[in-house]
């Protein structure tokens, strides 16, 4: 469950108006209440059924619905931890995950946490599916390896030494979050957990984002 508390609601029927847009969004809704807030102005908090919320996707919505309405904030939601853990579990369908983790961070450091949340998910998934084989040098092991890892979550094109994805998940939209250092990350902890790959530097080197066309990545090593 999560709660979430929205400034801005001292008409009447406030609280029916935001519980109905909610449950319209697909929500499924607990406890609804109107509180006071110390200056006695009206808030109103629904309790959600879901792990998390994209905040700000959520704050847009709402005001959306009526400008005095305002998200001022989201309790219960899941923690880093958990989200993190249930990455690894449900990927590759994680771009939602992705999102919500990055929204739990200020805009300051939200692509470092993206690039070490992708780096333990990477190096999980090398561990998973690819440590069994034996060892593969670059670019074999970027062929061999990475490039089917990461064909789970996108389109991927790859020469020796880059990857590119024209739709990436973790571009959501120029409303949306950028999350493309979770795979600047995932990359680095994948190959880094490789024994014979974990000297390579890996740098974004395009990104939709930023208006390039596609979103792609090098890879740089020494042979
Ligand atoms: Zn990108």
Redesign the pocket.
Known sequence: MVTVTISGADKSGSLARISTFLVRKGYRLGAQQVAESGSGAKLVKVSLDVSQVDKAKLAAEIGGLNPDFRLVAVEGAQSEANLIREMAERFPDIAPLVRAYAESFSPETRDQELFQAGKKIGAFNYEKEWSLGSPLKMPVALRRTLVPALEKLATVEATDTSVTLSD?P??GGSNQV?C?EFLTGFIRGFLDAGPLTSDTRVQKAA???RGDSH?SYTVGYVL
Do not use: I, K, L, Q
Request: aromatic share 22%.
């Open positions: 990436s973790f571009w950028n493309c990104c939709r984002a979103c």
